[in-house]
């Protein structure tokens, strides 16, 4: 006797594979590590329409194989760090244009929280997709000698995610100056971060940094005598060299702009960048509670792939 299967069972199957079909995503185990990456040509243009064989994961050099991969926009939980220190006076309409530009770029899923550092390191009560919110949270003034806890702000702002989270953690963080650490009454009892701790943390706690790095129209002194003077002089302007090393490891991007040149579409460009990232995954070959490489590319096509360069390993040894 031949059983009949019910004809809303036969609908159901079809409308499966349909959607399936639109969607170009494969995924594997939920204990994936999970990788963005942004895939440029030669000449910086992102490439959007590689495949799942286009690309080649390594973690401490093996090829894995890939178990998770969609090319659709994924949502991201965003945090716009401004740097308001004194060398930044003056730039405050500059700071509102390009962060509105952002916001507008936020896709429907996609929240955001703004912060910003100077004498103390603020950021907005929550995650919102409320432009207007959003809009009233940029600063509205610059104090002259305010410091550039720069290390810190990025830390705090780690923090402000709160608990884990299947969304993209995402900090852009834009800044003219060098750390100048904590300082002033208002950064007693807060702690001191590095640039090397905030490179950990943001590998344990899976966030990805963006830094556009401006460089300060500040007036500085005379420089002092012979070589090493005129090179102090030199730098002294130049955002902290910091910024281009933790994007790097961490998978986002660096830019770097003089003042006057466009913030706007500096910003737009991360925007644009974030909505049109790959993600990938794979099972993590060893559960040794360690520190791992990742390197991804496409071998078979001329592209630069850009992604977190590291992962700490699940412990299963515990």
Do not use: C
Not at 59 to 74: E, V
Not at 253 to 279: M, N
């Amino acid at each position: 006797m031949r059983r009949r299967i019910p004809l809303l069972f036969v609908v159901a199957l079809l409308s499966l594979t349909t959607a399936s079909a639109q969607q170009p995503v494969f995924r594997g185990r939920g204990d994936a590590v999970r990788v963005f990456v942004t895939a440029t040509d030669r000449d910086g243009r992102i490439v959007p329409t590689l495949a799942k064989e286009d690309f080649e994961i390594r973690d401490d050099g093996k090829p894995q194989p890939i178990t998770l991969f969609d090319n659709t926009p994924q949502p991201i939980r965003l945090i716009v760090l401004l740097d308001v220190s004194g060398s930044m006076q003056g730039n405050l309409p500059l700071l509102r244009s390009a962060s509105e530009q952002l916001f507008a770029r936020l896709q429907p899923e996609d929240l955001a929280r703004v912060g910003s550092f100077g004498r103390t390191v603020t950021i907005s009560p929550e995650f919102t997709h409320d432009i207007r919110a959003l809009r009233e949270a940029i600063p509205q003034v610059i104090e002259p000698d305010a410091p550039t806890p720069l290390w810190r702000a990025v830390d705090e702002a780690m923090t402000a995610f709160g608990d884990a989270s299947d969304l993209r953690r995402v900090i852009l963080v834009l800044s003219d100056g060098k750390d100048t650490g904590s300082t002033g009454p208002a950064s007693f009892g807060k702690k001191i971060a590095s640039q090397g701790e905030v490179i950990d943390r943001a590998r344990t706690d899976n966030v990805m940094v963006y830094a556009v790095g401006m460089r300060s129209r500040q007036q500085h002194t005379a420089p002092g005598a012979g070589m090493a003077g005129l090179q102090a002089a030199l730098l002294a302007d130049l955002p902290d060299p910091g910024l281009a090393r933790v994007a790097e490891e961490t998978g986002g991007g660096y830019t770097e702009i003089r003042y006057g040149e466009d913030l706007v579409s500096a910003f737009g460009a991360v925007a644009d960048e974030l909505h049109s990232q790959y993600l990938l995954g794979f099972a993590p070959p060893k559960r040794d509670g360690k520190v791992h490489k990742i390197e991804v590319k496409t071998p078979q096509k001329p592209l630069k792939v850009r992604g977190q360069r590291s992962y700490v390993a699940p412990d299963n040894r515990q």
